[in-house]
């Protein structure tokens, strides 16, 4: 995830620019709740100055976050999980009985009632990513398919230069990418859930927790039936902000069910299904619409394509045509 040094993340939602503690101290508290703080400057005389950028998507909580001098953080125990990811310099968090140095290739994940304290080095920027652990809870019960008693314990250092954490980067990446389309309005409801989904997703596979091991055995063979019910699921209720874990939970079976009963059945993920039903959906708005009075871009966001780039590539591949030439039809 290295930037930059010129580069913001989130540029277009300013959350505040202060050089005052205290106000910092609220506004933090108040972006990313139930995380009581204490901030104290570690220089004497140093400028104290906090640069913050917020984006909400689904559940999840993006923030662009950076101080201008060293910076010492104290808090009480967390309600949610945080992954933090430097884009350059370095904190190191202490936490109970262990110390994590994070750097542009080492993030820091903070589980549901760590405490601890954080030296955040001055021009240090991160991203910090807040997930409901009820996200968590409920997409990893849809990928074992039984309830989860305990909470999800990661380890708290995340290599971001190894091959696991790389889906997980991109997931992050699509988010940004997102932002910097959005121009300052709030995401689509579709594409936020559909990368809040992918963000935790990710996050359960790319980091190792103590239902790793479970999470990777091989999972039950399920029947061609299951996919023919989940398909028409999706074919009865495309517009709905599906993610493959609810998707799977709609046939009772665990998500790696599911995923291996479509690649073998369909050749495709279920996600993938998804999308082209929504593209035949889109087709058929565009074949009935009028130039002038309809648009593709609004066609095509409604029905949750937000990169026009993308949807314009996978309409043509699947259609052979461009869509505005279905719309002139």
């Known amino acids: 995830m290295n930037t930059d040094s010129t580069d913001e993340a989130l540029a277009a939602y300013p959350v505040a620019r202060t050089r005052d503690i205290g106000h910092a101290t609220e506004v ?38 950076r101080f201008g001098a060293d910076i010492h953080v104290v808090n009480s125990e967390t309600a949610s999980y945080h992954v933090n ?15 994590v140095q994070s750097t542009p290739s080492v993030a820091a994940v903070l589980g549901p009632g760590t405490d601890g304290e954080l030296l955040w080095s001055g021009g240090c920027a991160q991203l910090c990513l807040m997930l409901p652990r009820s996200s ?8 074992l398919d039984r309830e989860i008693v305990e909470p999800v ?10 091959p696991t954490a790389r889906g997980w980067l991109d997931a992050l990446r699509l988010v940004l990418n997102e932002a910097d389309r959005g121009k300052g309005r709030s995401l689509h409801p579709l594409t936020s859930r559909t990368l809040e989904n992918l963000l935790v997703d990710s996050l359960l596979l790319a980091q190792p927790h ?17 996919v023919r019910e989940a398909m028409e699921h999706l074919e009865a209720r495309p517009e709905h902000t599906w993610s493959v874990g609810e998707l799977a939970g709609s046939v009772h079976v665990s998500v790696r069910a599911l995923q291996d009963a479509f690649a073998r059945s369909a050749g495709m993920s279920p996600m993938r299904y998804l999308r082209q039903v929504r593209l035949a959906r889109v087709r058929a708005e565009l074949l009935a619409g009028v130039p002038g009075d309809t648009t593709v871009t609004e066609v095509a966001t409604r029905w949750g394509f937000a990169h026009h780039g993308h949807f314009a590539a996978a309409y043509r591949a699947k259609f052979g045509e461009p869509p505005a030439r279905t719309l002139r039809r």
């Open 153 to 162: 314990v990661f380890a708290p250092a995340m290599c971001l230069t190894s």
């Open 136 to 143: 968590l809870d409920r997409e990893l019960e849809r990928h």
């Open 210 to 226: 103590n239902y790793t091991a479970e999470l990777n055995k091989p999972a039950r063979a399920t029947s061609p039936r299951v």
């Open 85 to 99: 990811v430097p884009l350059r310099g370095s904190t190191i968090w202490r936490a109970r009985r262990y110390v």
């Open 28 to 65: 933090l508290e108040r972006v990313l709740p139930r995380i009581p703080l204490q901030l104290r400057v570690t220089e004497a005389g140093a400028l104290f100055t906090m640069h913050m950028n917020a984006l909400d998507v689904g559940a999840v909580t993006a923030s662009y976050l």
